[in-house]
């Protein structure tokens, strides 16, 4: 308990683990995010249609009908601003240049790179520039920063340093599905979490893999995966399949597969399921440590009413236990 009471004096938090898993269904009260332009008194709500697609650098997509108001705005600007805030409102202060609310937690500047065609909509991707949120205190954060920057595994792990770690904190305040993504070739397969993914309109889905790594280059060349959400309880294993990334195609028993393959393409998913997509790869673009796929949507099942393993990070979940918000979450 005292060891317990230091860590959350100096550091801002108690939790144990970076991410911290939830149901997707049970999280109530969460953030909205609202994209704000400059010049613009506009705001565009993107809570549940913004796609988080990179972490180095930070990467968001913005899908938007073509016919739609906002579509100028974005075709036109180089940066948007994303606003993290609980309830609804205007834009009632200036940050950075940008409309803002006073009531954001957590905000976001990014700047356009590519722009990504998907039937009736465009995909707007943008590359995080500067990122400030709240979740913990001033003092904490900086401790954070410190102590990040000698950490030894940083050296071979991903690091995120300076604003870089403030942006994906900030991004992963929004809850992240992950899900798993299997892909067969004849009696071999592989099966490895992604939560940088999401689907564009109906019709199209886009998700990001590391370059250089075997899950990529196993989706490039087969082209057709099956993506599927995974129920809560199955966090442990989906987590331990990070490690598949790295490997090469292994037999299917080697693999904890439900009974029945995917619907068209029989590839085989994982005995958690409980929805899938089924895709074919079209293109990709790089960025920074990532290459972004576009899919076409194939078909689409639900298969149980199972509740949805998603995660955030443990910044975030503490600012939700500081402000007594009832939330359940799952360690691996």
């Known amino acids: 308990m005292i060891r317990q009471f230091i860590k959350k004096q100096f550091l801002g938090y108690s939790l144990p683990q970076e991410y911290a ?39 968001i997509g913005i899908p938007v009908d ?3 108001e906002f579509y100028s705005h974005l075709n036109s600007e180089g940066e948007i601003c994303l606003s993290f805030h609980e309830k609804d409102s205007e834009p009632s202060m200036n940050w950075r240049g940008f409309p803002a609310f006073k009531e954001s937690i957590a905000r976001i500047i990014l700047k356009k790179t590519h ?32 102590r ?12 995120l340093s300076d604003n870089l770690a ?58 057709r995966i099956a993506v599927s959400r995974v129920d809560v309880t199955w966090c442990k294993q989906a987590y331990s399949l990070g490690k598949n990334h790295m490997q090469e195609l292994k037999d299917i028993n080697c693999f904890s597969t439900s ?23 079209l293109d990709s673009i790089e960025l920074g440590i990532h290459r972004i796929h576009s899919y076409s949507v194939v078909s689409t099942l639900k298969t149980t ?28």
């Open 21 to 59: 898993c939830l149901a997707l269904e049970d999280l109530i009260d969460r953030l909205r995010v609202v994209l704000t332009v400059k010049g613009s008194r506009s705001s565009l709500d993107v809570s549940t249609t913004h796609l988080f697609l990179g972490y180095k650098p930070l990467i």
């Open 66 to 68: 073509t016919l739609s």
């Open 115 to 146: 722009s990504l065609a998907c039937g009736d909509n465009t995909l707007f991707v943008f590359e995080g520039k500067y990122a400030k949120h709240e979740f913990i205190g001033n003092i904490n954060q900086f401790i954070n920063r410190q």
């Open 148 to 159: 990040e920057k000698r950490r030894i595994d940083r050296k071979v792990n991903i690091n």
């Open 166 to 223: 403030d942006q994906v904190q900030a991004a992963y305040s929004i809850p992240r599905i992950i899900s798993i993504i299997t892909l067969v070739d004849n009696e071999k397969m592989n099966m490895f979490p992604t939560d940088l993914h999401g689907p564009v309109g109906n019709n199209f889905y886009v998700g990001s893999l590391r370059h250089g790594g075997k899950a990529n280059e196993q989706v490039e060349k087969l082209k």
């Open 259 to 281: 009974t029945t393959g995917s619907s068209n393409f029989n590839i085989p998913l994982p005995e958690a399921v409980s929805f899938y997509h089924e895709l074919e790869q």
């Open 305 to 332: 009413n199972a509740k949805t393993l998603s995660h955030v990070h443990r910044f975030y979940a503490q600012w939700r236990l500081n402000n007594g918000k009832s939330t359940k979450f799952y360690w691996r």
